[in-house]
């Protein structure tokens, strides 16, 4: 998972970077509210570590914004905090905080709170041979095939691993450089047309745009979603 820490005390937010990289997990570090909600506009995470005070803001109303904005509304939170009033905790539950870590932090209470939430909110990462089934569409990974009721395709190798990404994740709002980082191992070129390229072409193949009942739509400076029909009535703030 890819975990943004919002953390204003520098050898708190290092300490938790080292714990989630030392169990495979890549991580940011934003000491302020506005730092944070810059990174918003470009980069996806998979969790937010979240602390309750910051310099120019507070956690809870960090989160609040977070639920009802525009990207990264379901991303799950884990707050880190010296509060210890049960009232507080739970109005950061209420609001849509996951779960919470009292200061100090115990490392292995911690790692165990985050890998317990991947579980519970992201599938097992896995390398299929077999066809796999996404919203009515069969992906072939071994002929690189997509097949749907009245259509079917074949892909490049890129082509077809970003079709399943868009799948797997639909409804979410991806940046460019998570797509490049998931898809190529690196982050986006801001003079490549790599990433643009494979995308018209999965829409155009797969029949991604009006008035499909699926859409792959751009996020203007952001990215990509692959979003289901229900959810395309909603406007883009």
């Not at 905790?89 to 317990?116: S, W």
Request: charged share 25%; glycine share 6%; aromatic share 10%.
């Amino acid at each position: 998972m890819h975990i943004g820490i919002l953390e204003d005390d520098a050898t708190l937010a290092r300490h938790v970077l080292q714990m989630i990289e030392s169990h495979g997990h890549s991580g940011a570090i934003f000491p302020s509210a506005k730092a944070f909600s810059a990174a918003l506009k470009r980069h996806t995470f998979d969790l937010f570590v979240f602390d309750w005070k910051l310099p120019d803001d507070d956690g809870l109303t960090v989160l609040k914004h977070l639920r009802t904005g525009t990207f990264q509304q379901e991303v799950p939170v884990i707050f880190l905090t010296g509060v210890h009033d049960e009232l507080a905790i739970v109005a950061a539950l209420e609001a849509g905080a996951e779960d919470y870590c009292i200061k100090p932090v115990r490392p292995a209470e911690f790692l165990a709170r985050v890998a317990a939430l991947q579980r519970r909110v992201y599938p097992v990462a896995r390398k299929h041979s077999a066809p796999q089934i996404f919203l009515g569409y069969t992906f072939d990974p071994m002929e690189r095939r997509i097949t749907w009721a009245g259509g079917e395709a074949q892909f490049s190798g890129k082509e077809f691993e970003l079709a399943r990404y868009l799948f797997e994740n639909c409804d979410r709002s991806l940046s460019r450089d998570r797509l490049m980082q998931e898809i190529w191992g690196r982050e986006d070129d801001p003079f490549s047309r790599t990433l643009d390229v494979h995308i018209s072409r999965i829409r155009s193949r797969l029949g991604l745009g009006e008035p499909s009942a699926l859409r792959l739509r751009s996020i203007h400076g952001f990215g990509y979603q692959l979003i289901t029909y229900a959810a395309a009535e909603q406007p883009v703030e």
